[in-house]
């Protein structure tokens, strides 16, 4: 770790050293009127063929440095938008700086525009507020991929992660020939998108859906990046077929396609491998969804927000397994084996917009973990919980999703939406549990948990909008439908020897049962949204929300007596049936003005909770719940554009949650005898206030940019578990409760800078944080602080064209105090490093070494964990087009590979481990698909 961080240094060093000796360019571009022009592009570049040497965009003075140029013949090019480049040769004198004769460029006329614009080819150029590079000017090698290229673009950074980081912002949509094909974050895109098909990318800030359909600015941007392509790309398709194999048996493959023209857009995908990869990240199956991800809008939730605070949340808990998302499982942990299919198919033609996908996938996971948890009791002393267990999970999903939009007229346009969903989860569990106070004071548990699950779910959504005569009154209605139903049985055994309880009949002392479970529920939903302009600057909004969730919980637990009997356990089993009507209304209004803009607005929202429970359906009722709750909830907003590529932003909002409905459901689970939980019929809806202020600034001249962002959250009402310890055998009953007084603030700053313009750029972040959380544990109200420092930098080195190396490293260091056990304070240091280096060698041969360094420590416990994990990589490019790849890979070659983890929360710290797949190579072929051309019948 030491020399990887010394290598960087010196490296940073020597380019700094030969940059001194260099020499320094700079001068001033006005038009003929003596005005400076800014963000004018200058290229310098070599007189033999043109090439481009270095390039810089002038400042809001019209001026342009070069630093450390190398002392050799150049030409200097200038060209803006609108005006006639400028070109000449550069004379040297003897000194270290040239001061260049002030470049004046003049107009040109409106008939010679297209001829000067296709002869200027600057790098990179201002369009109002869409910064533009030309592909061709940033050089990759042969074979390269669009993540290849976006390295090599100013003001862009990919992280570690993959993700498309510009102007200190994570991109938040990627377009191909400005239509929204491959979604979100595009990995799927970037990493298999030929750079020599891409003519230019564009980068700009674009409109919410909102702000689309009211003409009315909300304040809402989304970073997006445009690929536009060469009129030859559209011809063809791309894609890859792969395949791998290696020791201990190991494998891999996968294989996509897509086709797109100015109509159609297609794609197939498909994965199959044991070494716990899924074959595609989150961000690629967004990406494949199509123009049916991140569709904002589309909810048909209208006012606050969006969906104006409110939640509703499917007795699963909102999980992914039951979500109609494409769902990603972390499979990067454990032990498993993964396939999936998916077919994906856009048509765009006459205003109408058709979407439509299915996706297969199904995982065998194998976990192994050991987990040791410390729970600090009131009277400062503690007890340790260690659980050694086994998991398996398979999981079988079938995903279909349908858009249409139809723009009826000038004034009128309609979308659907319909998705479905049917999901299999078979899980078995082994797990070893013990307490432990003392030596002598030790209890112990064995069990054996077996569960399947069937569930199904369809949504439907239709949403109008209507753009008056009038400019800015704008209208818009929805109605949405959703449907879930979930089946599920198991059983569940367990041995406790609990050595100090002095309750013998105790039922989680020798359990053996069978529970079955069938949920439903049916959803309605609806929004309304009116827009009136007042003048030309002010706008009033008023909108109405209601919604209904009736749901159903049949859940029967069995104690097996033996072989054969079955008895109901009545403390266990339950109906529940409950209704949740949801009524808002709305307004707000509205100033838009010279790129000021403030919304001031206010609703009031109505929940009634209706419920009733007892042990069977149509046994005698046990419980009520009746429910009423009104609250008036005030937003503002306010936000401001600046020249200079510079905005400011605050606002306030006020939200109120209802209570998870597997929250409310009055029943035990004990499916972990130690670790029970217990609904809450009676559980408040969440209240919170959210204060959030930032500024950003990009200058493309520099390539410098800043970001500050401040999140504070004030719970007034929030549900926590509260928890009730057996003094005598320490198991823990968790109940969800409301507490007020919590707090959190979270602030995030972005540095962005070159060190060496071209070669070597830096990213350096902070994000402190602060988190105040309340609970009551064993009814007693406890607070717990924790104080969070995160310094990160990231290093982007492209020296030479045969060698790009990206580094960073990240420092975290949490400190939790307790209020009741301050002698149980907690530090938590996780300190975290990687490299990866790509480097061009001879014979069209390349390697790549990915190497990340995780280290865990925790000085009160004495836990001290280091994670170095080196992957590297070696392969050739084949064939005359370069689509043939042979690659030779090795994995966690230090055979280190584990999953660590370490937390402090309310009254406890716990740590983790996972034993993961380890070392193991890979001998594969892949075959590039790009530019394939598709032959037409006539």
């Not at 199509?290 to 927000?305: E, H």
């Not at 007042?534 to 033996?562: A, G, L, M, P």
């Not at 005898?673 to 609904?679: N, S």
Request: glycine share 6%.
């Amino acid at each position: 770790m030491k020399f990887l961080l010394s290598f960087l240094l010196l490296l940073a060093f020597t380019f700094t050293l030969q940059a001194q000796s260099k020499l320094t360019i700079r001068g001033t571009v006005k038009d003929t009127t003596d005005v400076p022009l800014d963000y004018t592009s200058v290229l310098l570049l070599s007189p033999k063929d043109s090439a481009l040497v270095a390039y810089t965009l002038t400042n809001k003075n019209g001026e342009y440095i070069f630093k450390n140029v190398d002392r050799q013949p150049l030409l200097i090019k200038a060209t803006y938008m609108g005006y006639i480049p400028f070109q000449k040769e550069l004379i040297f004198k003897e000194t270290d700086e040239l001061e260049v004769e002030e470049i004046r460029l003049t107009p040109i006329l409106q008939e010679l525009y297209e001829v000067v614009v296709k002869a200027a080819k600057a790098p990179l150029m201002m369009r109002g507020d869409t910064l533009e590079y030309d592909a061709s000017k940033f050089k990759v090698p042969p074979g390269a991929t669009l993540e290849d290229l976006l390295r090599k673009l100013p003001g862009i950074q990919i992280d570690a992660d993959g993700n498309i980081v510009a102007q200190g912002q994570q991109v938040q949509k990627v377009t191909v020939d400005g239509r929204r094909f491959f979604g979100g974050n595009t990995k799927m895109a970037t990493q298999n998108l030929n750079a020599e098909s891409i003519s230019k990318l564009q980068l700009y800030d674009d409109k919410s859906e909102q702000a689309k359909l009211t003409g009315v600015e909300d304040g809402v941007k989304e970073k997006t990046l445009n690929v536009e392509l060469k009129e030859e790309a559209k011809k063809g398709g791309f894609g890859k077929i792969s395949a791998a194999g290696g020791t201990d048996e190991r494998w891999a493959s996968n294989a996509s396609y897509n086709k797109f023209d100015k109509t159609d857009q297609f794609s197939i995908i498909g994965y199959g491998n044991n070494v716990n990869q899924t074959g595609l990240s989150w961000d690629d199956l967004e990406e494949f969804r199509g123009s049916s991800a991140f569709q904002f809008g589309d909810t048909g939730d209208f006012g606050f927000n969006g969906s104006g605070g409110v939640t509703f949340i499917s007795f699963s808990g909102g999980d992914s397994e039951d979500s109609f998302e494409i769902p990603f499982n972390n499979l990067s942990s454990g032990f498993s084996n993964n396939q999936a299919f998916g077919v994906n198919f856009n048509h765009l033609k006459d205003k109408k917009d058709f979407s439509g996908n299915y996706f297969y996938s199904r995982s065998d996971q194998i976990i192994e973990s050991f987990n040791s948890r410390t729970t600090f009791l009131e009277d400062n002393s503690s007890f340790t919980s260690t659980d050694q267990s086994r998991q398996n999970n398979v999981a079988g999903h079938h995903r279909a999703n349908l858009r249409f939009q139809n723009e009826l007229d000038s004034a009128n346009t309609l979308t659907i939406n319909a998705k479905g969903r049917l999901s299999s989860l078979t899980t078995s569990l082994v797990s070893f549990q013990e307490l432990i106070r003392s030596s002598t004071e030790q209890s112990q548990m064995v069990r054996n948990n077996q569960s399947n699950k069937w569930s199904g779910a369809f949504q439907g959504t239709a949403i109008f909008r209507h753009k008056f005569e009038k400019s800015g009154r704008n209208f818009a209605a929805s109605i949405s439908n959703t449907y879930t139903n979930a089946d599920q049985d198991g059983i569940q055994k367990a041995v406790a020897d609990l050595t100090t309880s002095t309750d013998p009949n105790s039922f989680f002392r020798d359990l053996d049962q069978v529970n079955q479970a069938l949920n439903t529920s049916n959803l309605i939903k609806s929004s309304l949204l009116f827009v009136e302009p007042i003048k030309k600057i002010f706008f009033w909004e008023t909108f109405y929300n209601f919604s209904q969730s009736r749901s159903e919980t049949d859940r029967k637990v069995f104690d097996v007596e033996s072989s054969d009997t079955q008895e109901l356990n009545p403390d266990l089993s339950r109906f529940f049936d409950n209704i949740i009507t949801y009524n808002r209304i709305g307004s707000s209004i509205r100033y838009a003005n010279k790129g000021s803009n403030l919304s001031v607005g206010i609703a009031a929202s109505n929940y009634k909770l209706n419920g009733q429970f007892s042990v069977v359906e149509g046994s005698e009722i046990l419980g009520t719940v009746d429910k009423n709750y009104l609250n008036f909830t005030p937003n503002v907003s306010f936000w401001k554009t600046m020249k200079g590529n510079k905005r400011i932003n605050a606002s306030y909002s006020m939200g109120v949650t209802p209570p998870n409905i597997t929250d409310l459901q009055p029943y035990k689970d004990i499916s972990n005898p130690l670790y029970i939980r217990e609904g809450n019929p009676d559980l408040q809806p969440e209240v919170t206030h959210t204060l959030n202020a930032g500024y950003n600034m990009y200058d493309p001249a520099t390539f410098i940019n800043f970001y500050f962002s401040l999140n504070s959250t004030f719970y007034q009402s929030q549900v926590v578990q509260n928890q009730t310890i057996d003094p005598e055998t320490f198991v823990t009953t968790y109940k969800a409760g409301n507490v007020s007084g919590g707090q959190r603030y979270f602030t995030y700053i972005g540095f962005g800078f070159p060190i060496v313009k071209t070669k070597i750029n830096a990213y350096l972040t902070a994000n402190p944080s602060y988190t105040k959380s309340l609970a009551l544990i064993n009814s007693i109200e406890t607070e717990t602080n924790t104080f969070s420092h995160n310094l990160g930098l990231n290093l982007d080195l492209n020296p030479t064209e045969w060698l790009n190396l990206y580094a960073g490293t990240s420092f975290r260091l949490s400190k939790t105090k307790y209020e009741q056990n301050p002698s149980q304070n907690q530090d938590i240091v996780n300190l975290s490093a990687y490299t990866n280096m790509n480097i061009k060698l001879p014979k069209n041969f390349y390697f790549d070494m990915k190497f990340n360094y995780n280290r865990f420590e925790n000085e009160s416990f004495g836990f001290n964990q280091e994670v170095p994990i080196l992957n590297a990589f070696i392969y050739k490019l084949l064939g005359e087009a370069k689509k043939w790849e042979v690659r030779l890979s090795a994995y966690d070659i230090f055979k280190q590979n584990q999953t660590i983890s370490q937390f402090a929360g309310q009254n406890f710290v716990s740590t983790g481990r996972i034993e993961t797949l380890s070392r193991y190579f890979l001998l594969g072929v892949t075959y590039n698909m790009r530019g394939v051309e598709v032959k037409r019948n006539r």
